[in-house]
C-alpha cells in the first residue's frame, strides 16, 4: 500500500532535523510521499523543508486548527495509508514506519497509532503520564456487540488514540473527516466514530517516537480547559470540583511515590516536590471548567 506522510510544522527548530532523518531512515516500506504543512514558521523550518525536497503547504494562523489542518493534509495526500506524524515526534529507530503501518494489512483495521516515550529530561508529570497512557503491550480495539456493555463502561480507555504519530486508510479519512468544530482530541473523536461504525483500531507499541512536552502552568491548565470542552461535546462525563480536586490530590501521590523513587537527582526531587500538586490541581480544574463550558 501506498503512503503518505502529513507532517505538521510551526517554527520547528532543531527537532525537524531529527524528524527528518528518522523518516529518510526508515526500513521496510516502499518510497513515501512526504508533505509539510506549516503555519508561519519564521525560523528557518520552510528553507529546511525545501532542502530536503518536502512538498510544502504554507497556511495562516488564522487557518490553523488540529483537526482541520489535519483533513487538508488528507486531501493533499496522495497514499492508500496516510501517516500524521507532529514535528516534535522522533521515530525512535529504523522500523517506526514499518510496524505503525503494518496492522493495515488486516482489512478489518481502520488505523494504528504509535507509543509514545518520554524524550529526554522530561518532567516527572509528563514521563509518568506517558508512561501510563502508552505502555508496552499491543492493544488491539473493537466493539463487541454481544457486549457492547464492556465498551460504554471503558468508552474513554477503548477511544484513546493519538494523531501525534498515526497513520489510517485514506479512503475513511475522506469518509470519515476529522470534526472541525473541535478544538482539541478530534483524534480521540474520530476513534469513536470509526469503532461504533465496526471497524479495529490498533495501538503498536512496537512502533516508536520519542515525544513530550513542557508546558507553563497556564499552559496546562488552558489546555486541559480546552480537553474538557472538547469531551463534553462526545461523551458523557459528569463535572465535579470535589472531583477534581481529589483526582490530582490522587495523583499527586503517585507523582511523589514514582519521583521519590526514581533516579533523579536530588536537587530535582526537591524542585518538583511542591511543583507537582499545583500542576495536578490546574490540571484537574481546568479539565473541569471544560467540562461546564458552554
Not at 27 to 43: K, L
Request: contains cysteine; hydrophobic residues 40%.
Amino acid at each position: 500500500m501506498s503512503v503518505s506522510i502529513v507532517l505538521l510544522t510551526h517554527n520547528a527548530g532543531a527537532d525537524l532535523v531529527h524528524v527528518l532523518d528518522g523518516i529518510e531512515a526508515q526500513h521496510g516500506v516502499p518510497d513515501v510521499e512526504v508533505i509539510a504543512i506549516d503555519t508561519e514558521s519564521a525560523d528557518g523550518t520552510r528553507d529546511l523543508l525545501a532542502r530536503r525536497g518536502i512538498r510544502t503547504v504554507g497556511i495562516t494562523k488564522r487557518e490553523f486548527s488540529h483537526p482541520g489542518t489535519r483533513n487538508a493534509g488528507v486531501r493533499l495526500a496522495g497514499g492508500e495509508i496516510v501517516v500524521f506524524l507532529v514535528q516534535d515526534a522522533i521515530p525512535a529507530n529504523q522500523r517506526w514506519l514499518a510496524n505503525l503501518i503494518a496492522p493495515l494489512e488486516h482489512p478489518d483495521v481502520a488505523a494504528a497509532y504509535s507509543r509514545q516515550v518520554p524524550r529526554d529530561g522530561a518532567n516527572p508529570i509528563e514521563r509518568r503520564d506517558i508512561h501510563r497512557g502508552a505502555p508496552a503491550t499491543r492493544r488491539v480495539k473493537r466493539i463487541d456487540e454481544a457486549d457492547r456493555g464492556t465498551y460504554e463502561r471503558n468508552v474513554l480507555e477503548f477511544i484513546m488514540f493519538s494523531d501525534v504519530a498515526s497513520c489510517a486508510r485514506r479512503e475513511l479519512l475522506v469518509k470519515f473527516p476529522f470534526d472541525e468544530t473541535l478544538p482539541m482530541v478530534e483524534d480521540q473523536e474520530w476513534c469513536k466514530r470509526i469503532l461504533e461504525a465496526g471497524w479495529t483500531v490498533v495501538y503498536e507499541p512496537t512502533s516508536v517516537v520519542a515525544h513530550s512536552h513542557e508546558h507553563s502552568l497556564r499552559q496546562l491548565y488552558r489546555r486541559h480547559r480546552d480537553y474538557g470542552r472538547s469531551f463534553a461535546r462526545f461523551v458523557e462525563l459528569r463535572p465535579s470540583t470535589r472531583g477534581a480536586i481529589a483526582g490530582a490530590a490522587y495523583e499527586t501521590v503517585g507523582d511523589w511515590l514514582d519521583l521519590l523513587g526514581g533516579p533523579a537527582p536530588l536537587t530535582t526531587k526537591l524542585r518538583w516536590l511542591p511543583a507537582i500538586p499545583i500542576r495536578r490541581l490546574a490540571m484537574k480544574l481546568g479539565f473541569d471548567r471544560g467540562l461546564r463550558a458552554p
